[in-house]
């Protein structure tokens, strides 16, 4: 099976997230209210063929763990859907 | 005595490293591509140099601390050889998780380029045991992603332990600290060993303080002849 994930893999919480902050910062000047905590991220999108949804994740996790996610700094999301034919 | 520097493709001070350690430590210097598998012969001394390999792709050293020489890079380290990291070489170090830590974006978001200075904290390593404990020495910057990070528990370990090497400082005064740090680094620090201090990685650039006509300073100098100095006591140069 093939299938369509993404990772999002963003910045843990408490450590300092200097492009966040700039965003956040930006966004206030040009009048945006009620700001906070924001955090920026990457998105890592792809196919993967696994013999099931649970076996995608399992991979993906091992991706995350061994190349493309910091667990020291960065914390990670994984959503995994059927891609259509 | 042997040295190898390591290059990646963005590589971009392995030559100043090169003839910085041709001309100090008097030696050949293999300059080894990172597709590489092992070193063509077993060297005493790895330099992994500052640039930004891979174009600093995912994270600062994340793709090439998976490069194919990094098994043999590791193994010599694991035997006790020196391994040197200089600015994206420090990153890449702390990536392959020899040394703790990692280096996240300047807090003022960008690059800097300029004369900093580094007070010596500690001598018991191989590669600064010929300098003076706490002398100031100037070694330039030039980097985006130089803020040393280490949740809490984890940076008081390595405080206690002694493994902090170099911390940016005043000249004037000779303090050092987080105030002095350009780039927001925590508690200051410029530069790490590991345990058995065979492992050194840190941000700032000896080798661009090594020629006098040059602004960068010789200080440089002092460093790269501390690790010369080191191993003609050993009896290995």
Known sequence: ?85 | MKAAVVVFPGSNCDRDVERAIRESLKIKVEMVWHEKEKFDEQPDLVVLPGGYSYGDYLRSGAIAARSPIIKAVREHADRGGLLLGICNGFQILTETKMLPGTLLPNTSLTFICRECYVRVEQTDNKFTSELNNKEVLQFPIAHHEGLFFLPEGELKKLEDSGRVVFRYADPETGKAGAEFAPNGALNGIAGICNEKGNILGLMPHPERATIAHLNGGTDGNRFWDSIARTFTERGTC
């Open chain 1, 1 to 85: 099976m093939i299938f369509m994930a993404e990772v999002l893999i963003t910045p843990r919480e408490g450590v300092l997230d200097t492009q966040g902050k700039a965003v956040e910062k930006t966004l206030t000047r040009l009048g945006y209210k009620g700001l906070s905590e924001v955090r920026v991220g990457k998105i890592v999108r792809m196919k993967i063929e696994a013999a099931g949804e649970k076996e995608a994740i399992v991979d993906l996790e091992s991706m995350c763990s061994d190349l493309l996610c910091n667990d020291l700094v960065e914390t990670y999301n994984i959503s995994v859907k059927e891609a259509g034919q």
